[in-house]
Structures are given as structure tokens and as C-alpha cells.
């Protein structure tokens, strides 16, 4: 063995020791790592890591009571796991799991992803730039990436995607295809409040974006979802035949995917606003809880950045001029908040109709602000 190989394990095994001196618990050292850039003191006491566990990147957060490795090795980067998370096993990176926040057997998940509290997903489940709000539950064998989905109120009365489900989250039309496709599933507008009916998607089936299904739809089972979904509504739709003629480098219309990447995007300004404003501001700077609630934020900001850069390409292949986001005027948070209180969910489920009716329509005008603003652009 090396000196150099030597010095590294031997520097492993000093910072596995100084986890385990502060509270982790290390199943097997002889199958963990943990590299030289994690900050050891963002790893919280209670935390298991099982054999297999990995910590990656200097931006890793592991919250007290997180589980990694349960069913199999678990390599997270760049990722902020609150407390009482877990990851029975896979692949985690520049990801935001907030408090009780579950990922099956075998995840694959890449940067621009948030799951909050009590969000959940079963084994094989792949996602990028998937926001999940409160208690939303995904089956087994799903590829849900680009989209964000709401809806129910617990963790018994929830929003949920039935195993082997794909939202297809790409176009071949034009050059190179686009990515201009995000789907809404229920909204930041009512669903942050943790009041509208569940919506669930059947198993065996699939959304091709950009679509927006209403709160308490059902989506049933074994069928391609093409267009929208209103509130309220039980949708079973067959597929009709098509065959024709295509030229090389077809593009689709400008129109309506414009307008839906802009609503998209004005329900990501709602949501960054909801967590500068409420979530951030009722968490003081030392609670060991801000940061991954700070990881989201900075995850909607980098999902706002990424809808922007699809649509602008989208919009410039077709001759038109991308919409324009910059100087948009806000406005504030019609409540003043500080830190303390009830931890996020109870705290949101005590407000009373008053309380919310307000937060609503501060976030939905919100929403008209920067539609309003974008559709104002040459080009939409």
C-alpha cells in the first residue's frame, strides 16, 4: 500500500471516528465514506449510515435521524437532508429532502430536485428538476422529472403517482428536440396551504408535457395524458391513430407552449416568494433546520433558471423572442413573521380560512404579476 493511499484511509478513518464521537452511527466502517470536503459538523447526531453509505461535496447536510443505506449502498452530493429523512438506497445529487422526506430502493436523482416534508417516493424512482410538495407520494419503476406536483392535506390524504408512470419530458420537434415541456400538477397557489383534494395519477401510464392537471383529478390507469386536466375531474382518454408525412427539422407552434412555460414559471416565482418570506423567515440563522429549507430555496431558483434557459430555446428556434422575467415587481408577503413557533406543516395546517384566503391570493397575484410582465415581451 502506498503512502499516499495509506495517508487517505487513515484520514478516512479519523473522520468516521469523529462522526461517531459526535453521535452517528456507523454500521460498518470498512464500507463507508465520507469525503475530505463534507463539513463533519453538518452531519447532526442520531444519523445511521449504513455499509454502502457515501457523503459527497462540501454542501452535504444530514439532518439529525437520517437513515442512508438501509436496502443498499447510498451515495449522496451536494444534497440537504433534513431530519428524519432517508434514502433506503441509490443515487442522490443537488437535492433538497425536507423533514420525514422518504426515497425508495434505487433512486436516481439529480440536481434541481425538492421533496418536502413527508414526501415520498417507492423503488426505481428517477427525478431532475422534480419539486414535490408536502406528503405527494410516488409509486414504483416512475420517471417523473420536470414537473411539480401538490395536492392533499396529510400523510393520509395525499397526492400520489401509481407505479411504472413517465412524465415525458421531451419534444423532437426542431433541430435538437426541446425540453420546453414542464407539467403542473395541482399548484404553488393552493397547494402550499395543505388544503386541496389529492390528485392521483394511474399506474402504467404517462403525461406528456407541458400539461396541468387540476386538484382532485383522477388520471386513470394505463393511458397517455396529452392534454389538460380540470379540477374535479375523472379523465380515461384512448389514443387516437396518426400517421403522415415528416420534413427533417419540423417545428411545432409557438403557441400554447409559450404561454404554459410562462404560467410554469410565474407558479416557481410564487413558491421562491412562499420560501424567502415564510419558510426562511420563521427559522432563526442557528436552527440546524434552515439549511435545508435554504437547499430548497436555492433549488427553486436554480428550477426558474432552468425553465428560462428551455423556453428562451424554444422560443428563439421559432423566430420568436424569449420572455422576459428580469424586473418584475413583486408584491410582499402580507404577513410579518419570526423565527419560532410550530414546525412548518403544523404550523401551516393551524392557519384559519382567514389566513389563508390572504396567503392565496398574495401568491396568485403574484403569479398574474409575472405573466403579466413576460406576455408583455415581444414575441408572447
Not at 204 to 224: D, E, K
Not at 228 to 239: A, K, M, Y
Not at 268 to 284: H, M, N, Q
Amino acid at each position: 500500500m502506498s503512502e499516499a493511499l495509506s495517508d487517505t484511509v487513515a484520514d478516512l478513518e479519523a473522520r468516521l471516528a469523529t462522526l461517531r464521537a459526535q453521535g452517528v452511527t456507523i454500521v460498518d466502517p470498512r464500507q463507508t465514506f465520507v469525503g475530505p470536503e463534507v463539513a463533519l459538523d453538518r452531519v447532526q447526531p442520531g444519523v445511521v449510515l449504513h455499509p454502502g453509505a457515501r457523503l459527497h461535496g462540501a454542501r452535504c447536510f444530514v439532518g439529525a435521524g437520517v437513515e442512508l443505506g438501509r436496502e443498499g449502498p447510498a451515495v449522496i452530493v451536494d444534497s440537504a437532508l433534513a431530519e428524519g429523512a432517508s434514502v433506503a438506497s441509490g443515487y442522490v445529487e443537488g437535492a433538497a429532502l425536507l423533514r420525514g422526506a422518504q426515497l425508495g430502493a434505487n433512486a436516481h436523482v439529480r440536481p434541481g430536485t425538492l421533496l418536502e416534508e413527508q414526501a415520498s417516493t417507492a423503488h426505481c424512482v428517477g427525478l431532475k428538476h422534480t419539486l414535490l410538495l408536502s406528503f405527494v407520494t410516488l409509486g414504483s419503476v416512475i420517471n417523473f422529472c420536470d414537473c411539480l406536483m401538490a395536492g392533499g392535506t396529510s400523510r393520509s390524504d395525499h397526492s400520489e403517482v401509481g407505479s411504472g408512470f413517465i412524465h415525458f419530458n421531451f419534444t423532437p420537434w426542431g433541430e435538437r428536440g426541446d425540453k420546453a415541456t414542464p407539467s403542473l400538477i395541482g399548484d404553488v397557489v393552493r397547494g402550499v396551504f395543505l388544503r386541496e383534494h389529492r390528485i392521483f395519477l394511474g399506474g402504467l401510464a404517462g403525461l406528456v408535457g407541458p400539461t396541468q392537471v387540476g386538484f382532485g383529478s383522477v388520471v386513470g390507469a394505463g393511458q397517455i395524458v396529452r392534454r389538460d386536466v380540470d379540477d374535479g375531474s375523472f379523465v380515461l382518454r384512448q389514443t387516437r391513430n396518426v400517421e403522415r408525412q415528416l420534413r427533417p427539422g419540423w417545428t411545432d407552434r409557438l403557441q400554447p407552449r409559450q404561454r404554459q412555460n410562462i404560467a410554469y414559471i410565474a407558479q416557481l416565482f410564487a413558491l421562491r416568494e412562499w420560501y424567502r418570506s415564510v419558510r426562511l423567515a420563521r427559522l432563526a440563522a442557528d436552527d440546524p433546520g434552515r439549511i435545508p429549507v435554504a437547499a430548497g430555496a436555492e433549488i427553486i431558483e436554480l428550477a426558474i433558471a432552468e425553465r428560462r434557459k428551455q423556453v428562451d430555446r424554444f422560443v428563439v428556434e421559432r423566430d420568436g423572442r424569449a420572455p422576459d422575467f428580469d424586473g418584475v415587481e413583486l408584491p410582499a408577503c402580507p404577513w410579518s413573521l419570526a423565527p419560532g413557533g410550530p414546525e412548518h406543516v403544523e404550523w401551516v395546517q393551524g392557519l384559519s380560512a382567514e389566513q389563508v384566503a390572504v396567503g392565496q391570493a398574495w401568491l396568485a397575484e403574484i403569479v398574474a404579476c409575472v405573466v403579466a410582465w413576460a406576455e408583455r415581451s415581444p414575441g408572447s
